[in-house]
């Protein structure tokens, strides 16, 4: 076998295991957190309690788009890169990669975690409208407003109906 054959061997088995690592994330998940994560609607509104699981909804929810769109981008929105929110998800999404060693390489300066199969999620803060505004005429094929109480609502509206409707 030539080497080049052996590379793209073994760069098929790294992306055919980041596909069964993000399956592999949604098994845990119980009724409610399975049924936001199977939705096949257009948009998904998860309003739940503390301790509820959502970190643990929006981050399969967030890596299956990933694995689904190779060199797309899935943007995480937060309404600042320091709030706790933003810290839990880029914390889980280290633990995912430590857990199933996936090599994925992570940019925390930009918090753009780049996947084996070379899709992107990166955390945003966008607290503005000129932040959201950056966002516009991309297409994801996901987009997670997460904690979308905390946002200023122009801010939110702007976001949701304009700068990165689906």
């Not at 948009?43 to 643990?56: E, T």
């Not at 190779?70 to 280290?94: M, Y």
């Not at 940019?107 to 503005?128: C, L, W, Y």
Request: glycine content about 6%.
């Amino acid at each position: 076998m030539t080497a080049q054959a052996q590379r793209l061997l073994q760069e098929a088995a790294r992306r055919n295991a980041f596909i069964a690592a993000v399956e592999a994330t949604s098994k845990g998940l119980f009724r409610q957190q399975k049924a936001a994560y199977d939705s096949t609607a257009k948009r998904i509104v998860l309003k739940a309690g503390r301790r509820s699981g959502k970190p643990q909804t929006v981050l399969p929810i967030a890596l299956r788009a990933a694995a689904r769109f190779p060199g797309s981008i899935v943007p995480i929105l937060e309404r600042t890169l320091a709030c706790n929110a933003a810290k839990a998800f880029w914390k889980n999404l280290q633990a995912f990669d430590a857990k199933y060693k996936l090599g994925i390489e992570f940019r925390h300066t930009v918090k753009e975690a780049i996947m084996p199969n070379g899709s992107r999620i990166q955390i945003f803060g966008v607290d503005t409208l000129e932040l959201a505004d950056k966002l516009r005429g991309e297409g994801f094929p996901v987009v997670v407003v997460d904690e979308a109480g905390t946002f200023r609502s122009h801010v939110l509206e702007y976001l949701i109906s304009e700068a990165v409707r689906a």
